[in-house]
DNA sequence: CCGTTTATATACATCGAAGTGTACAAATCG
DNA sequence: CGATTTGTACACTTCGATGTATATAAACGG
Protein backbone atom coordinates (compact mmCIF):
# COMPACT_ATOMS: atom_id res chain seq x y z
CA UNK A 1 0.00 0.00 0.00
CA UNK A 2 2.67 2.18 0.79
CA UNK A 3 6.28 2.30 -1.32
CA UNK A 4 8.12 0.11 0.93
CA UNK A 5 11.51 0.25 0.74
CA UNK A 6 12.64 -1.71 -2.32
CA UNK A 7 15.75 -3.49 -2.46
CA UNK A 8 18.74 -1.71 -3.73
CA UNK A 9 19.55 -2.25 -7.19
CA UNK A 10 22.85 -4.40 -7.09
CA UNK A 11 24.52 -0.57 -8.45
CA UNK A 12 27.71 -2.23 -8.27
CA UNK A 13 30.19 -5.05 -10.03
CA UNK A 14 29.83 -7.49 -6.93
CA UNK A 15 26.60 -8.47 -7.32
CA UNK A 16 25.48 -11.56 -5.19
CA UNK A 17 24.86 -13.33 -7.59
CA UNK A 18 22.53 -15.52 -5.32
CA UNK A 19 22.38 -19.18 -7.23
CA UNK A 20 18.78 -20.12 -7.32
CA UNK A 21 18.06 -23.51 -6.30
CA UNK A 22 15.55 -25.40 -7.45
CA UNK A 23 12.89 -27.08 -5.50
CA UNK A 24 14.44 -30.24 -4.54
CA UNK A 25 18.21 -28.67 -3.44
CA UNK A 26 16.65 -26.18 -1.59
CA UNK A 27 14.59 -28.42 0.21
CA UNK A 28 18.04 -30.32 0.88
CA UNK A 29 19.75 -27.66 2.54
CA UNK A 30 17.12 -26.90 4.00
CA UNK A 31 17.01 -29.88 6.01
CA UNK A 32 20.60 -29.52 6.06
CA UNK A 33 20.04 -26.32 8.34
CA UNK A 34 17.48 -27.52 10.37
CA UNK A 35 19.61 -30.15 11.37
CA UNK A 36 22.32 -27.81 12.73
CA UNK A 37 20.20 -25.69 14.56
CA UNK A 38 18.09 -28.33 15.72
CA UNK A 39 20.95 -30.08 16.99
CA UNK A 40 22.64 -27.06 18.69
CA UNK A 41 19.63 -25.87 20.67
CA UNK A 42 16.91 -28.69 20.59
CA UNK A 43 13.05 -28.42 19.26
CA UNK A 44 11.41 -26.55 21.15
CA UNK A 45 13.85 -23.42 22.16
CA UNK A 46 15.01 -23.19 18.33
CA UNK A 47 12.70 -20.56 16.40
CA UNK A 48 12.28 -20.66 12.67
CA UNK A 49 14.36 -17.63 12.28
CA UNK A 50 17.55 -19.41 13.72
CA UNK A 51 16.83 -21.86 11.23
CA UNK A 52 16.18 -19.60 8.72
CA UNK A 53 19.30 -17.44 9.58
CA UNK A 54 21.16 -21.10 8.99
CA UNK A 55 19.53 -21.35 5.49
CA UNK A 56 20.95 -17.90 4.88
CA UNK A 57 17.04 -16.88 4.20
CA UNK A 58 13.89 -15.62 5.44
CA UNK A 59 11.14 -17.17 7.72
CA UNK A 60 8.33 -16.92 4.97
CA UNK A 61 10.41 -19.38 2.71
CA UNK A 62 10.53 -22.29 5.31
CA UNK A 63 6.45 -21.96 5.20
CA UNK A 64 7.05 -22.86 1.28
CA UNK A 65 8.59 -26.28 1.45
CA UNK A 66 6.94 -27.32 4.97
CA UNK A 67 3.53 -26.68 6.36
CA UNK A 68 4.84 -25.76 9.87
CA UNK A 69 7.70 -26.64 12.64
CA UNK A 70 6.86 -30.07 13.57
CA UNK A 71 6.59 -30.77 9.80
CA UNK A 72 9.86 -29.50 9.60
CA UNK A 73 11.25 -31.08 12.29
CA UNK A 74 9.35 -34.46 11.19
CA UNK A 75 11.23 -34.36 8.09
CA UNK A 76 14.41 -33.41 9.73
CA UNK A 77 14.10 -36.77 11.70
CA UNK A 78 12.27 -39.41 8.98
CA UNK A 79 15.82 -38.47 6.78
CA UNK A 80 18.47 -39.09 9.77
CA UNK A 81 16.37 -41.79 10.54
CA UNK A 82 16.50 -43.38 6.85
CA UNK A 83 20.15 -42.42 6.40
CA UNK A 84 20.89 -44.04 9.64
CA UNK A 85 18.70 -47.90 8.83
CA UNK A 86 19.83 -47.66 4.93
CA UNK A 87 23.52 -47.19 6.20
CA UNK A 88 23.68 -49.96 8.87
CA UNK A 89 20.59 -52.37 7.42
CA UNK A 90 18.37 -53.51 10.31
CA UNK A 91 20.13 -56.73 10.54
CA UNK A 92 21.86 -58.70 13.59
CA UNK A 93 24.58 -57.65 15.39
CA UNK A 94 27.15 -58.96 13.09
CA UNK A 95 30.30 -57.90 12.65
CA UNK A 96 29.83 -55.17 10.17
CA UNK A 97 26.74 -53.24 12.43
CA UNK A 98 29.23 -51.26 14.75
CA UNK A 99 31.48 -50.13 11.78
CA UNK A 100 28.37 -49.41 9.74
CA UNK A 101 27.36 -47.38 12.70
CA UNK A 102 30.28 -45.35 12.90
CA UNK A 103 30.53 -44.68 9.54
CA UNK A 104 27.02 -43.05 9.29
CA UNK A 105 27.85 -41.15 12.44
CA UNK A 106 30.48 -39.80 10.76
CA UNK A 107 28.12 -38.87 8.05
CA UNK A 108 25.98 -37.10 9.52
CA UNK A 109 26.84 -36.42 13.20
CA UNK A 110 24.60 -33.41 13.58
CA UNK A 111 21.67 -35.70 12.50
CA UNK A 112 23.21 -38.64 14.98
CA UNK A 113 23.20 -36.43 18.05
CA UNK A 114 19.66 -34.85 17.33
CA UNK A 115 18.13 -38.38 17.06
CA UNK A 116 19.84 -39.82 20.00
CA UNK A 117 20.65 -36.55 22.02
CA UNK A 118 17.48 -34.38 21.66
CA UNK A 119 14.79 -36.32 19.91
CA UNK A 120 14.02 -38.85 22.81
CA UNK A 121 13.27 -36.49 24.77
CA UNK A 122 10.74 -34.69 23.12
CA UNK A 123 7.28 -36.36 23.27
CA UNK A 124 5.58 -35.52 20.00
CA UNK A 125 8.30 -36.84 17.77
CA UNK A 126 10.61 -39.95 20.50
CA UNK A 127 8.28 -42.32 18.44
CA UNK A 128 10.56 -42.01 15.69
CA UNK A 129 13.42 -42.89 17.01
CA UNK A 130 11.58 -45.49 19.62
CA UNK A 131 11.27 -47.93 16.67
CA UNK A 132 15.27 -47.30 16.19
CA UNK A 133 15.62 -48.30 19.58
CA UNK A 134 12.91 -50.86 20.48
CA UNK A 135 15.17 -52.74 17.33
CA UNK A 136 18.61 -51.86 18.69
CA UNK A 137 17.21 -53.21 22.66
CA UNK A 138 15.67 -56.14 20.77
CA UNK A 139 18.42 -57.15 18.55
CA UNK A 140 20.56 -56.77 21.24
CA UNK A 141 18.69 -58.79 23.61
CA UNK A 142 18.56 -61.65 21.19
CA UNK A 143 22.08 -61.86 20.83
CA UNK A 144 23.36 -61.34 24.50
CA UNK A 145 21.02 -64.17 25.74
CA UNK A 146 23.22 -66.46 23.85
CA UNK A 147 25.73 -66.02 26.87
CA UNK A 148 23.68 -64.09 29.34
CA UNK A 149 21.21 -66.41 31.27
CA UNK A 150 17.50 -64.56 31.87
CA UNK A 151 16.98 -62.31 34.19
CA UNK A 152 16.80 -58.38 35.13
CA UNK A 153 20.69 -58.57 34.41
CA UNK A 154 20.27 -59.22 31.10
CA UNK A 155 17.26 -57.07 30.46
CA UNK A 156 19.94 -54.13 31.95
CA UNK A 157 22.30 -55.26 29.31
CA UNK A 158 20.27 -54.97 26.57
CA UNK A 159 19.19 -51.65 27.52
CA UNK A 160 22.68 -50.32 28.09
CA UNK A 161 23.87 -52.11 24.88
CA UNK A 162 22.68 -50.05 22.51
CA UNK A 163 22.64 -46.76 24.88
CA UNK A 164 26.61 -47.65 25.47
CA UNK A 165 27.01 -47.86 22.07
CA UNK A 166 25.30 -44.59 21.26
CA UNK A 167 27.48 -42.85 23.79
CA UNK A 168 30.48 -44.60 22.56
CA UNK A 169 30.20 -42.99 18.97
CA UNK A 170 29.35 -39.64 20.32
CA UNK A 171 32.15 -39.52 22.74
CA UNK A 172 34.44 -40.45 19.50
CA UNK A 173 32.42 -37.99 17.48
CA UNK A 174 33.58 -35.44 20.19
CA UNK A 175 37.24 -36.49 20.37
CA UNK A 176 37.49 -35.13 17.13
CA UNK A 177 37.08 -38.12 15.18
CA UNK A 178 40.28 -40.48 15.73
CA UNK A 179 41.30 -42.82 13.02
CA UNK A 180 37.99 -44.89 11.91
CA UNK A 181 39.91 -47.91 11.70
CA UNK A 182 40.14 -48.03 14.79
CA UNK A 183 36.81 -46.43 16.38
CA UNK A 184 34.43 -49.34 15.47
CA UNK A 185 37.03 -51.90 16.95
CA UNK A 186 37.14 -50.01 19.98
CA UNK A 187 32.89 -49.08 20.39
CA UNK A 188 33.19 -53.03 20.13
CA UNK A 189 35.84 -53.44 22.91
CA UNK A 190 33.71 -51.62 24.89
CA UNK A 191 30.40 -53.51 24.34
CA UNK A 192 32.45 -57.03 25.28
CA UNK A 193 32.73 -55.00 28.20
CA UNK A 194 29.36 -54.25 29.32
CA UNK A 195 28.55 -57.70 27.90
CA UNK A 196 31.11 -59.17 31.00
CA UNK A 197 29.78 -57.05 33.26
CA UNK A 198 26.33 -58.53 33.07
CA UNK A 199 27.40 -62.38 33.28
CA UNK A 200 26.49 -64.13 35.91
CA UNK A 201 30.13 -64.35 37.77
CA UNK A 202 30.85 -60.49 37.27
CA UNK A 203 29.86 -59.84 40.90
CA UNK A 204 31.95 -62.00 42.69
CA UNK A 205 29.42 -61.84 45.66
CA UNK A 206 26.18 -60.87 46.55
CA UNK A 207 26.76 -58.59 49.62
CA UNK A 208 24.17 -58.92 51.99
CA UNK A 209 20.91 -56.46 51.26
CA UNK A 210 20.69 -54.76 54.52
CA UNK A 211 17.86 -56.57 56.32
CA UNK A 212 16.93 -53.21 58.24
CA UNK A 213 15.08 -51.57 55.18
CA UNK A 214 15.53 -48.39 56.44
CA UNK A 215 16.90 -46.12 54.83
CA UNK A 216 19.83 -44.41 56.61
CA UNK A 217 21.09 -42.33 53.32
CA UNK A 218 19.93 -38.94 54.24
CA UNK B 1 -1.47 -39.72 44.79
CA UNK B 2 -1.13 -35.52 45.23
CA UNK B 3 0.73 -36.03 48.26
CA UNK B 4 -1.62 -33.22 50.39
CA UNK B 5 -0.28 -35.17 53.45
CA UNK B 6 -3.68 -36.70 55.63
CA UNK B 7 -6.26 -35.18 53.54
CA UNK B 8 -8.84 -36.16 56.35
CA UNK B 9 -12.24 -36.14 54.53
CA UNK B 10 -15.10 -34.09 56.82
CA UNK B 11 -17.89 -37.10 55.60
CA UNK B 12 -19.72 -33.86 54.93
CA UNK B 13 -20.61 -31.04 52.35
CA UNK B 14 -18.21 -30.74 49.36
CA UNK B 15 -15.85 -28.94 51.67
CA UNK B 16 -12.09 -30.55 51.06
CA UNK B 17 -10.30 -30.21 53.90
CA UNK B 18 -7.07 -29.54 53.06
CA UNK B 19 -4.02 -29.86 55.25
CA UNK B 20 -2.06 -26.49 55.25
CA UNK B 21 1.71 -26.88 54.83
CA UNK B 22 4.28 -24.11 55.95
CA UNK B 23 6.15 -22.77 53.72
CA UNK B 24 9.39 -24.58 54.08
CA UNK B 25 6.91 -27.91 53.58
CA UNK B 26 5.45 -26.23 50.92
CA UNK B 27 8.61 -25.41 48.92
CA UNK B 28 9.75 -29.02 49.24
CA UNK B 29 6.74 -30.44 47.51
CA UNK B 30 6.71 -27.96 44.71
CA UNK B 31 10.41 -28.76 44.34
CA UNK B 32 9.42 -32.23 43.84
CA UNK B 33 6.24 -31.66 41.85
CA UNK B 34 8.10 -29.53 39.26
CA UNK B 35 11.09 -32.33 39.38
CA UNK B 36 8.64 -34.75 38.36
CA UNK B 37 6.97 -32.86 35.88
CA UNK B 38 10.35 -31.59 34.43
CA UNK B 39 11.77 -34.97 34.23
CA UNK B 40 8.84 -35.96 32.11
CA UNK B 41 8.40 -33.46 29.50
CA UNK B 42 11.80 -31.29 29.64
CA UNK B 43 11.52 -27.31 30.96
CA UNK B 44 10.38 -25.62 27.78
CA UNK B 45 7.39 -28.29 26.97
CA UNK B 46 6.58 -28.35 30.74
CA UNK B 47 4.18 -25.31 31.51
CA UNK B 48 4.06 -24.01 35.10
CA UNK B 49 0.48 -25.09 34.65
CA UNK B 50 1.63 -28.91 34.55
CA UNK B 51 3.34 -28.13 37.50
CA UNK B 52 1.06 -26.72 39.33
CA UNK B 53 -1.20 -29.58 38.86
CA UNK B 54 1.19 -31.91 39.62
CA UNK B 55 1.36 -30.46 42.91
CA UNK B 56 -2.02 -30.13 43.16
CA UNK B 57 -2.70 -26.79 43.80
CA UNK B 58 -2.86 -23.24 41.22
CA UNK B 59 -0.57 -21.80 39.19
CA UNK B 60 -0.48 -18.45 41.41
CA UNK B 61 0.83 -20.25 44.06
CA UNK B 62 4.39 -21.03 42.29
CA UNK B 63 4.81 -17.14 42.25
CA UNK B 64 4.46 -17.44 45.98
CA UNK B 65 7.37 -19.46 46.54
CA UNK B 66 9.58 -18.53 43.09
CA UNK B 67 9.96 -15.48 41.28
CA UNK B 68 9.80 -16.91 37.98
CA UNK B 69 9.76 -20.52 35.66
CA UNK B 70 13.66 -20.08 35.51
CA UNK B 71 14.20 -19.72 39.16
CA UNK B 72 11.95 -22.56 40.20
CA UNK B 73 13.93 -24.51 37.40
CA UNK B 74 17.04 -23.51 39.11
CA UNK B 75 15.97 -23.94 42.40
CA UNK B 76 15.36 -27.92 41.14
CA UNK B 77 18.54 -28.44 39.61
CA UNK B 78 20.70 -26.89 42.23
CA UNK B 79 18.89 -29.06 44.87
CA UNK B 80 19.47 -31.85 42.82
CA UNK B 81 23.07 -30.78 42.23
CA UNK B 82 23.64 -30.69 46.27
CA UNK B 83 21.99 -33.93 46.57
CA UNK B 84 24.41 -35.54 44.26
CA UNK B 85 27.27 -33.92 44.86
CA UNK B 86 26.35 -34.31 49.03
CA UNK B 87 25.86 -37.84 48.02
CA UNK B 88 29.19 -38.88 46.64
CA UNK B 89 31.11 -36.40 47.37
CA UNK B 90 33.83 -34.46 44.91
CA UNK B 91 36.72 -37.15 45.90
CA UNK B 92 38.25 -39.39 43.03
CA UNK B 93 37.65 -42.90 41.40
CA UNK B 94 37.72 -44.45 44.58
CA UNK B 95 35.87 -47.82 45.51
CA UNK B 96 33.17 -45.93 47.05
CA UNK B 97 32.61 -43.50 44.29
CA UNK B 98 30.53 -45.32 42.30
CA UNK B 99 27.75 -47.23 45.28
CA UNK B 100 27.28 -43.64 46.28
CA UNK B 101 26.30 -42.57 42.98
CA UNK B 102 24.04 -45.63 42.40
CA UNK B 103 22.61 -44.93 46.13
CA UNK B 104 21.85 -41.31 44.80
CA UNK B 105 20.17 -42.27 41.87
CA UNK B 106 17.99 -44.40 43.35
CA UNK B 107 17.34 -42.33 45.85
CA UNK B 108 16.09 -39.09 43.47
CA UNK B 109 15.89 -41.00 40.49
CA UNK B 110 13.61 -37.71 38.63
CA UNK B 111 16.50 -35.68 39.76
CA UNK B 112 18.78 -37.75 38.57
CA UNK B 113 17.06 -38.46 34.72
CA UNK B 114 16.14 -34.30 34.90
CA UNK B 115 19.77 -33.76 35.37
CA UNK B 116 21.45 -35.88 33.15
CA UNK B 117 19.09 -36.74 29.87
CA UNK B 118 17.49 -33.07 30.04
CA UNK B 119 18.96 -30.06 31.97
CA UNK B 120 22.20 -30.94 29.36
CA UNK B 121 20.21 -30.10 26.87
CA UNK B 122 19.15 -26.44 27.43
CA UNK B 123 21.53 -23.90 26.87
CA UNK B 124 20.60 -21.35 29.75
CA UNK B 125 20.85 -24.23 32.38
CA UNK B 126 23.71 -27.00 31.31
CA UNK B 127 26.50 -24.81 33.20
CA UNK B 128 25.22 -26.31 36.64
CA UNK B 129 25.65 -29.65 35.05
CA UNK B 130 28.49 -28.80 33.58
CA UNK B 131 30.76 -28.26 36.80
CA UNK B 132 29.57 -32.15 37.46
CA UNK B 133 30.59 -33.58 33.85
CA UNK B 134 33.69 -31.54 33.69
CA UNK B 135 34.57 -32.63 37.65
CA UNK B 136 34.09 -36.28 36.53
CA UNK B 137 35.68 -36.15 33.00
CA UNK B 138 38.68 -34.76 34.71
CA UNK B 139 38.76 -37.11 37.43
CA UNK B 140 38.45 -40.08 34.68
CA UNK B 141 41.36 -38.47 33.10
CA UNK B 142 43.63 -38.88 36.01
CA UNK B 143 42.49 -42.20 36.75
CA UNK B 144 42.58 -43.46 33.40
CA UNK B 145 45.77 -41.63 32.93
CA UNK B 146 47.96 -44.01 35.07
CA UNK B 147 46.92 -47.30 32.31
CA UNK B 148 46.24 -45.39 29.04
CA UNK B 149 49.00 -43.89 27.36
CA UNK B 150 48.03 -40.07 26.63
CA UNK B 151 46.54 -39.59 23.27
CA UNK B 152 43.30 -39.43 21.64
CA UNK B 153 41.86 -42.78 22.80
CA UNK B 154 42.57 -41.68 26.69
CA UNK B 155 40.34 -38.35 25.62
CA UNK B 156 37.73 -40.66 24.26
CA UNK B 157 37.74 -42.51 27.01
CA UNK B 158 37.63 -39.70 29.68
CA UNK B 159 34.50 -38.77 27.86
CA UNK B 160 32.80 -42.01 27.42
CA UNK B 161 33.73 -43.24 31.20
CA UNK B 162 31.69 -40.73 33.24
CA UNK B 163 29.13 -41.22 30.35
CA UNK B 164 28.84 -44.69 30.53
CA UNK B 165 28.66 -44.43 34.49
CA UNK B 166 25.37 -41.85 34.14
CA UNK B 167 23.68 -44.27 31.23
CA UNK B 168 24.45 -47.84 33.29
CA UNK B 169 22.81 -46.23 36.43
CA UNK B 170 19.56 -44.92 34.17
CA UNK B 171 19.44 -48.42 32.73
CA UNK B 172 19.85 -50.03 35.83
CA UNK B 173 16.87 -47.47 37.23
CA UNK B 174 14.67 -48.47 34.02
CA UNK B 175 15.30 -52.05 34.08
CA UNK B 176 13.63 -51.86 38.03
CA UNK B 177 16.48 -51.22 40.45
CA UNK B 178 17.19 -55.07 40.26
CA UNK B 179 19.28 -55.75 43.78
CA UNK B 180 21.44 -52.93 44.57
CA UNK B 181 24.19 -54.40 46.44
CA UNK B 182 25.22 -55.99 42.47
CA UNK B 183 24.35 -52.77 40.55
CA UNK B 184 27.14 -50.97 41.94
CA UNK B 185 29.52 -53.74 41.04
CA UNK B 186 28.08 -53.99 37.72
CA UNK B 187 28.68 -50.91 37.07
CA UNK B 188 32.29 -50.66 37.54
CA UNK B 189 32.62 -53.53 36.15
CA UNK B 190 31.32 -51.83 32.52
CA UNK B 191 33.46 -48.82 33.32
CA UNK B 192 36.28 -51.40 33.71
CA UNK B 193 35.13 -53.32 30.18
CA UNK B 194 35.50 -49.13 28.61
CA UNK B 195 39.24 -48.93 30.00
CA UNK B 196 40.33 -51.97 28.51
CA UNK B 197 38.87 -51.00 24.85
CA UNK B 198 40.70 -47.72 25.45
CA UNK B 199 44.37 -49.59 26.46
CA UNK B 200 46.67 -49.57 23.53
CA UNK B 201 46.48 -53.70 23.31
CA UNK B 202 42.55 -53.55 22.35
CA UNK B 203 42.80 -52.95 18.98
CA UNK B 204 45.10 -56.09 17.48
CA UNK B 205 46.06 -54.42 14.47
CA UNK B 206 45.12 -51.25 12.74
CA UNK B 207 43.62 -52.08 9.29
CA UNK B 208 44.98 -49.43 6.70
CA UNK B 209 43.71 -46.70 6.05
CA UNK B 210 42.43 -47.45 2.97
CA UNK B 211 45.24 -45.79 0.64
CA UNK B 212 42.24 -46.12 -2.42
CA UNK B 213 40.13 -43.74 -1.45
CA UNK B 214 36.88 -44.97 -2.32
CA UNK B 215 36.04 -48.60 -1.95
CA UNK B 216 32.38 -49.07 -1.25
CA UNK B 217 31.56 -45.81 0.86
CA UNK B 218 28.71 -44.73 -0.44
C1' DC C 1 11.94 -11.19 -24.46
C1' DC C 2 8.45 -12.87 -21.43
C1' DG C 3 6.41 -15.76 -18.13
C1' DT C 4 7.33 -18.70 -14.28
C1' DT C 5 9.77 -19.80 -10.39
C1' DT C 6 12.53 -18.48 -6.55
C1' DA C 7 13.47 -15.37 -3.19
C1' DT C 8 13.20 -10.85 -0.35
C1' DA C 9 11.11 -7.72 2.78
C1' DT C 10 7.82 -6.34 5.76
C1' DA C 11 3.60 -5.95 8.02
C1' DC C 12 0.03 -8.27 10.24
C1' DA C 13 -2.80 -11.86 12.54
C1' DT C 14 -2.95 -15.41 16.00
C1' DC C 15 -2.18 -18.07 19.91
C1' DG C 16 -0.36 -19.99 23.97
C1' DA C 17 2.28 -19.41 28.01
C1' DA C 18 4.37 -16.32 31.33
C1' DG C 19 3.57 -13.14 34.66
C1' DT C 20 0.37 -9.89 37.58
C1' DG C 21 -3.52 -8.33 40.46
C1' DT C 22 -7.33 -8.76 43.19
C1' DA C 23 -11.03 -10.47 45.75
C1' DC C 24 -12.38 -14.09 48.62
C1' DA C 25 -12.34 -18.52 51.53
C1' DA C 26 -10.36 -21.52 54.86
C1' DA C 27 -7.10 -22.96 58.43
C1' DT C 28 -3.78 -22.08 62.03
C1' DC C 29 -2.27 -19.54 66.03
C1' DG C 30 -2.21 -16.05 69.63
C1' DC D 1 -12.62 -14.45 68.51
C1' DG D 2 -9.58 -12.00 65.39
C1' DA D 3 -5.28 -11.57 62.74
C1' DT D 4 -2.26 -13.70 59.76
C1' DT D 5 -1.04 -17.10 56.71
C1' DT D 6 -2.17 -20.21 53.05
C1' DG D 7 -4.68 -21.10 49.22
C1' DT D 8 -8.44 -20.54 45.36
C1' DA D 9 -10.47 -18.49 41.41
C1' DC D 10 -10.49 -15.68 37.74
C1' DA D 11 -9.46 -11.91 34.89
C1' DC D 12 -5.99 -9.47 32.83
C1' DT D 13 -1.64 -7.83 30.47
C1' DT D 14 2.61 -8.83 28.19
C1' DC D 15 5.44 -11.06 25.03
C1' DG D 16 7.53 -13.95 21.90
C1' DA D 17 6.96 -17.30 18.30
C1' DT D 18 4.10 -19.28 14.85
C1' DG D 19 1.68 -18.61 10.85
C1' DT D 20 -0.22 -15.50 6.84
C1' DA D 21 -0.46 -12.04 3.40
C1' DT D 22 1.14 -8.97 -0.13
C1' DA D 23 4.24 -6.41 -3.06
C1' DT D 24 8.59 -6.58 -5.40
C1' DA D 25 12.96 -8.07 -7.51
C1' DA D 26 15.99 -11.28 -9.59
C1' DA D 27 17.18 -15.61 -12.04
C1' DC D 28 16.06 -19.23 -15.23
C1' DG D 29 13.93 -21.40 -19.32
C1' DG D 30 11.89 -21.46 -23.53
Redesign the interface.
Known sequence: MTGLGQAEPPATESVVRVRRLRRTERREQLLDAATRAFAR??Y??TGLDDVAAEAGLTRAMLYRHFDSKADMYRAVLDRACVRLTEATGADDFDDGAIPALV?AAAADPDGFRLLF??AV???DFRDLVDELTAASRDIAHRSLARTIPP???L??AS??VP??TI??V???L???Q??P??AA??????V???M???LPG???H????ATAPG?D?G
Not at 185 to 190: F, I, K, L, S, T
Not at 206 to 209: D, E, I, N, Q, R
Open positions: TGPARRHREPGPWDWRLALEAIAWDAGPDGQERVGQAHGVAAAAVPVPPPTD
